[in-house]
């Protein structure tokens, strides 16, 4: 007979994606999709031309299971010459099936049933599933609207850490927000870290795509950090290649070997063209990324709103900013409408929370060719300004 719920019952209540949903939804409505965060232009041409050479090559195979040597070592370069931070090659960095498969790895590696995760809302949707397919516990503390950006209270995540916290989940440049941690949000989150021993996953996936000359600190630079931090990165971000899923790990040696088993059996290995391919270009990874052009379209995106009528809150970082539609409002009902009344899509950013502190928050994303935010800002404006 059939089972009546064939799901786990860990995994009810996370059905399908909001990308997913949205992306789907702009296909059948014809509309600009503003939703999912890829972009709509390629990497550079020498990106795309060393993994097609490596194709042809016959670097088709299963790649060794932590990374190509070269990537490591680049990897770790990178770090270096950014950061100043030294990871070993061999023990301390492993490439993965993008940040994705990263998260997935350190949060099943490093948290259990019986655990507590504690992550920052709007989280990254995939944070929360993969808690709970480790079987762990989440806990949420809240990043507010604080005026023109966002403010989390380290006060707020100490409260929220009790006997069974194992890992405090960080991400920035933050998705969905755009905001950045300051300089004293993060000493304070690392002493917390270090004062009640958690170990910090730290996904920084946009640490290149910056905005207003601001620069970019892993929380593993802070003093006492690097042994207890996993260093969560992509290349899908910097370099426009959302689609080739070639993420990576840095973490001191028992950390890393920890994400490296369970990696293991998640993909094994991915990505073996374009694994070289991204060797070649990350020495050049703040140079080649698209952050200039981003700005650009982040301000045009960010004007035209505001033109309109809405409270937008301008990111600091990322792809994405946020359209807070007041008190009372309901995102997730103004985002299914929207397609429906205006031919564009966006992301309900309260699906990123626990609370309800996001139910009037809106994500837009501005990684799209000028011309397509201007259709989106064009159909918004014929519109009557509606907040769910
Ligand atoms: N973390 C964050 C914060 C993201 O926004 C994304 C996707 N954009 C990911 C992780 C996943 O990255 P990847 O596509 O490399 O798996
Ligand atoms: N990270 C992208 C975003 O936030 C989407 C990735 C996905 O579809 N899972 O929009």
């Known amino acids: 007979m059939p089972a009546q719920q064939p799901l786990v019952e860990r995994m009810r209540g996370f059905g399908t994606t909001i990308f997913a949903e949205m992306s789907a939804l702009a296909v059948a409505t014809d509309s600009v999709n503003l939703g999912q965060g890829f ?4 990497g550079p041409a020498e990106l795309l031309a060393a993994a097609a050479q490596a194709i042809r090559d016959g670097v088709n195979q ?12 680049a990897i770790s370069d990178h770090q270096r010459a950014c950061y100043g931070l030294d990871y070993d090659p061999d023990r301390e960095v492993l490439v993965t099936a993008g940040a994705t498969e990263a998260i997935a790895a350190a949060l099943m590696a490093l948290a259990g ?20 397919l480790a079987g762990a516990r989440r806990r949420v ?9 966002w403010l989390l209270d380290p006060a707020e995540v100490e409260a ?8 405090l989940v960080l991400n920035t440049p933050h998705n969905p927000t755009g905001a950045m941690l300051g300089a004293d949000v993060l000493a304070a989150l690392a002493d917390v870290a270090v004062r009640h021993d958690l170990t910090v996953v730290s996904d920084e996936v946009y640490e290149h795509l910056l905005f207003d000359g601001r620069a970019h600190t892993p929380i593993a630079t802070l003093p006492g950090m690097r042994e207890r931090t996993v260093t969560i990165s992509s290349a899908g971000k910097t370099f426009s290649v959302t689609g080739w899923k070639i993420g990576w790990v840095c973490a001191p040696p028992a950390l890393l070997a920890a994400v490296r088993t369970v990696k293991q059996f998640l993909t094994y290995v991915n990505g073996a063209p374009f694994q070289p391919a991204i060797a070649a270009v990350l020495p050049r990874a703040a140079e ?14 960010c004007a035209g709103l505001a033109e309109l009528g809405y409270d937008v809150v ?3 970082a990322t792809y994405f900013a946020t359209v807070d539609l007041g008190a009372g409002a309901d995102a997730a009902d103004f985002c299914r409408e929207l397609p429906h009344r205006a031919g564009v899509v966006a992301i309900p950013s309260s699906v990123f929370h626990d609370s309800p502190a996001g139910d009037g928050h809106v994500r837009f994303a501005f990684c799209k060719r000028p011309a397509v935010l201007d259709e989106a800002l064009n159909r918004l404006g014929k519109v009557e300004r509606r907040t769910s």
Do not use: F, N
């Open 39 to 42: 972009p709509d232009t390629d």
């Open 62 to 73: 299963y790649p060794p299971g932590p990374g190509i040597p070269a990537l490591r070592e």
């Open 113 to 132: 049933p019986g655990d507590e995760v504690l992550l920052v809302e709007p989280y990254y949707d995939s944070y929360a599933a993969c808690v709970a």
């Open 141 to 149: 503390v809240t990043l507010r609207r604080d005026g023109p950006g």
């Open 160 to 167: 929220a850490v009790g006997p069974d916290t194992k890992v």
């Open 288 to 301: 080649l990324a698209p952050a200039p052009a981003l700005q650009a379209q982040r301000d045009r995106l």
């Open 314 to 316: 301008v990111p600091q």
